[in-house]
């Protein structure tokens, strides 16, 4: 076990909803309910930041991980590890708390942030540039949790939080995230992010379906779509590729090929030409944040 998560335990102290006090309801979700708050300091009163607090009911907890004896639920337990793995990347986890019905989890709530999902919709197709600025950071990150042996499985623009001002992102939502192994029976995550093996042979590997996923958002950030169906799947829009550049195209095909063994690695998408050297001019010229 890494060491680095070595305070991983039960909180129970009393002052855990001193410190982290309640304010509103942000969001309900089908595994728990997020609220905001802030944080502050016990010895003087003042607030020290923002915050968000999430509640898990315990009927909804579908596994749990151990950690020096202690148990936690599994969204806990990978949201730490993921931390330590890709720290500028992932939300702070703050603290957490075990209740009779219920655990608690506090999160650091990023100032001027929104989803990516709502960015593209307010900023629509961005620039080659600054595409490259914000997927290689999601791409970093899931490629350090990768070797630290964690699959966060839901990778998709809603769990993804940007600062539209200096591109920083912050992944969430560790709620499928999962211990990485050789191939999994069982999809986890959002469908219409899924690659096309599990409608294939209903199975997939862990590497192959998170290059998929990254994809997705790549495709979005380049091409200002993402469209799928149960019939068809994800469907290109290849009009709108025409303005990418060479080099940009080519990671396309790579990442978003339908065979998963023929897929460009998450090593190679980092390495790729793309990633790593700066396209050349596009054709046509789109506005950008």
Same mark, same amino acid.
């Given at each position: 076990m890494n060491t680095t998560i070595?305070?991983?335990?039960?909180?129970?102290?009393?002052?855990?909803? /001193? &410190?982290?006090?309640?304010?509103?309801?942000? $969001?309900?979700?089908?595994?728990?309910t997020l609220y905001n708050g802030v944080e502050v300091n016990l010895e003087t009163g003042d607030k020290v930041r923002d915050v968000v607090v999430k509640f898990f009911p315990k009927s909804c907890v579908r596994t749990y991980a151990g950690v020096r004896g202690v148990r936690c639920p599994s969204e806990i337990y990978f949201h730490l590890k993921a931390y330590t793995l890709a720290r500028p990347f992932i939300v702070e986890p703050?603290?957490?708390? /075990? &209740?009779?019905?219920?655990?608690?989890?506090? $999160?650091e709530k990023p100032q001027g942030t929104m989803d990516l999902f709502d960015f593209c919709n307010k900023y629509g197709v961005q620039s080659e540039k600054n595409a490259r600025?914000?997927?290689t950071q999601i791409v970093i990150a899931c490629y350090n949790m990768y070797l630290g042996g964690?699959?966060?499985?839901?990778?998709?623009?809603?769990?993804v939080l940007i600062n539209p001002t200096t591109l920083q992102i912050k992944?969430?939502?560790?709620?499928?995230?999962?211990?990485v192994q050789d191939r999994y029976e069982k999809p986890s995550g959002?469908?219409?992010?899924?690659?096309?093996?599990l409608k294939s042979h209903g199975s997939f590997k862990p590497g192959p379906v998170t290059v998929w996923s990254l994809g997705s958002i790549l495709y979005l950030l380049l091409a200002g779509e993402w469209k799928y169906s149960e019939e068809s799947g994800f469907m290109r829009n290849f009009l709108k590729e025409q303005r990418l550049t060479?080099?940009?195209?080519?990671?396309?095909?790579?990442?978003?090929?339908?065979?998963?063994?023929?897929?460009?690695?998450?090593?190679?998408?980092?390495?790729s030409a793309w990633v790593q050297h700066a396209p050349k001019s596009p054709k046509k010229r789109n506005s950008s944040v």
């Open positions: 070595k305070n991983l335990k039960a909180r129970k102290q009393p002052n855990f909803f /001193e &410190r982290f006090q309640v304010t509103s309801l942000l $969001m309900q979700s089908a595994n728990g703050l603290d957490w708390i /075990e &209740r009779t019905d219920d655990f608690a989890i506090a $999160m600025i914000i997927w964690v699959m966060h499985s839901d990778i998709k623009d809603e769990n992944i969430i939502d560790f709620g499928c995230a999962k211990k959002t469908a219409a992010y899924w690659p096309p093996e060479d080099e940009a195209q080519q990671l396309i095909n790579r990442v978003l090929c339908i065979h998963e063994y023929s897929r460009i690695t998450l090593q190679e998408v980092i390495q």
